[in-house]
C-alpha cells in the first residue's frame, strides 16, 4: 500500500496570508495526487487533480504542484472561508489513500 | 447540478449489521464509478470501497473485506453499502463520491451519513 504523510498537520494563519501545505507519498506515484479541503458538517471538495490542475470552480489562489514522491499545495491570499483541513490523496493504485490532514485554523 | 444523498447511518450493536444507499442526480450515474470512503471521529478520511460504473468490477480496503458489500442500482441512482459483522472501530462518517474510473480522484461527494457501532 502507498502511505501518504503531510506536514504540518496544523497551522495557524491570518486572512491575505500565503501557506503551502506538503505531501509526500511513501513509492512513486507520477502525478496521481489529488488534493481536498474539508470543513465540518459539508461535503469534501476537490481542489486540485493531477497534482497541479484546478478542479472547475476553484478560485486560483490554490494551486499544486509536485511529482514522483514530493508534492505540495499553496494557498494564496488566504480568505475566511479557506480554514479547514486538507488532505492529500492517491489515486495511483488501489487501495486509494490519504494523507492524515493539514488543519488550517485562524491566527 | 451532480447531488450525491447518503441515508441509512444509525447506531448498531457490535457484530451487527447496517445498509447505506447512496441516492444520486445530476450526472448519468451508469456512467462513473463510486466510491464509500469514511472519516471516524477526529481522525482522517479513509476510502472504503470502489465500484465501477457497470457494477462488475470491485475492490474494499483490507479493513473491512469480507465484512463489507458495495452494490448498485443504475436504474435507481442509487448505490448502496451493506455493512455486516460491525466493529466499534466501523464507527464513522460515510461519504459516498462519484468518480471517472475506479482509480480516479474523487470529483464529487455527498455530505455523509454517520454510523456508531456501541453496545
Known amino acids: 500500500d502507498i502511505q501518504m504523510t503531510q506536514s504540518p498537520s496544523s497551522l495557524s494563519a491570518s486572512v491575505g496570508d500565503t501557506l503551502t501545505i506538503t505531501c509526500r507519498a511513501s513509492q512513486t506515484i507520477s502525478n496521481f495526487l489529488n488534493w481536498y479541503q474539508l470543513k465540518p458538517g459539508k461535503a469534501p471538495k476537490l481542489l486540485i487533480y493531477s497534482a497541479s490542475s484546478l478542479q472547475s470552480g476553484v478560485p486560483s489562489r490554490f494551486s499544486g504542484s509536485g511529482s514522483g514522491t514530493d508534492f505540495t499545495l499553496t494557498i494564496s491570499s488566504l480568505q475566511p472561508e479557506d480554514f479547514a483541513t486538507y488532505f492529500c490523496q492517491q489515486s495511483h493504485s488501489i487501495p486509494l489513500t490519504f494523507g492524515p490532514g493539514t488543519k488550517v485554523d485562524i491566527k | 447540478e451532480v447531488q450525491l444523498s447518503e441515508s441509512g447511518g444509525g447506531l448498531v450493536q457490535p457484530g451487527g449489521s447496517l445498509r447505506l444507499s447512496c441516492a444520486a442526480s445530476g450526472f448519468d450515474f451508469s456512467a462513473f464509478a463510486m466510491s464509500w470512503v469514511r472519516q471516524a471521529p477526529g481522525k482522517g478520511l479513509e476510502w472504503v470501497s470502489v465500484?465501477?460504473?457497470?457494477?462488475?468490477?470491485?475492490y474494499y480496503a483490507d479493513s473491512v473485506k469480507g465484512r463489507f458489500t458495495i452494490s448498485r442500482d443504475n436504474s435507481k441512482n442509487t448505490l448502496y453499502l451493506h455493512m455486516g459483522s460491525l466493529r466499534a472501530e466501523d464507527t464513522a462518517m460515510y461519504f459516498c463520491a462519484k468518480q471517472f474510473a475506479v482509480v480516479t480522484p474523487f470529483l464529487s461527494w455527498g455530505q455523509g451519513t454517520l454510523v456508531t457501532v456501541s453496545s
Open positions: 465500484l465501477n460504473g457497470a457494477g462488475g468490477s470491485t
